[in-house]
Nanobody
Framework: QVQLVESGGGLVQAGGSLRLSCGAS????????MAWFRQAPGKEREFVAGITSNGGVTSVDSVKGRFTISRDNAKNTMYLQMNSLKPEDTAVYYCAANRGLIWSDPTHYNYWGQGTQVTVSS
């Protein structure tokens, strides 16, 4: 079992920055693959970025160059640094975990946090 708790969301103006955190407990954090998803009202949950246990990363094209995913295994925490935010980044952001590869399909993830709201005003 893995328990995930996100934090760091909020309201920011376009062009601003936020850093999301996802704290994990319940299993050896360094062994698990982590990912960020987001879901805007009326839309499906969308993969944003993922990071493997050994630090391999991938992200969607729409956030490349703006968002950076990272992890600190000593603190059992994953981060998403979001810069140059746009109104279209507005969504509830979720962290997710599994024990395998990075998948963009949310059905491949066994564990989810409760989500944190990010709102970008124009």
């Amino acid at each position: 079992q893995v328990q995930l708790v996100e934090s760091g969301g909020g309201l920011v103006q376009a062009g601003g920055s936020l850093r999301l955190s996802c704290g994990a407990s319940g299993e050896t954090f360094s062994w698990i693959t982590m990912a960020w998803f987001r879901q805007a009202p009326g839309k499906e949950r969308e993969f944003v970025a993922g990071i493997t246990s050994n630090g391999g990363v991938t992200s969607v094209d729409s956030v490349k160059g703006r968002f950076t995913i990272s992890r600190d295994n000593a603190k059992n925490t994953m981060y998403l640094q979001m810069n140059s935010l746009k109104p279209e980044d507005t969504a509830v952001y979720y962290c997710a975990a599994n024990r395998g590869l990075i998948w963009s399909d949310p059905t491949h993830y066994n564990y989810w946090g409760q989500g944190t709201q990010v709102t970008v005003s124009s």
